[in-house]
C-alpha cells in the first residue's frame, strides 16, 4: 500500500518533470482521440475536460461522463482542483 506521503512525492516528482504542472493524458471514449497536455495541480476537473476539449476540436456531448484510468466516476468531483 502506497502512503499518502509517497504519493505527494510522486506527484512532486511528475509535476517538476512538467515544469509544475501536472500531466493530464486524455481519451475521449466517443471518438476514441486522444490528448495530452499539462495544467497547475490548482485547475478543477470540469477545467481540465473543457480544455482537453478544446484541444480535441470537440463539443461536450449530452451524456457524457467523466473517469480516471481506475473508473472512478468524475461526475461529482468535477468542481474539485487535482490537489
Not at 21 to 36: C, D, F, M, S, W
Request: with cysteine; proline share 5%.
Amino acid at each position: 500500500m502506497t502512503s499518502e506521503h509517497d504519493r505527494d512525492q510522486e506527484l512532486q516528482v511528475e509535476m517538476d518533470a512538467h515544469g509544475g504542472h501536472l500531466p493530464v493524458h486524455l481519451i475521449y471514449a466517443n471518438t476514441g482521440e486522444r490528448t495530452k497536455f499539462s495544467v497547475p495541480r490548482t485547475t478543477t476537473l470540469y477545467l481540465v475536460f473543457q480544455e482537453a476539449y478544446r484541444l480535441l476540436k470537440e463539443a461536450p456531448r449530452a451524456g457524457d461522463k467523466y473517469f480516471c484510468e481506475g473508473g472512478l466516476d468524475l461526475g461529482p468531483y468535477l468542481g474539485l482542483t487535482l490537489e
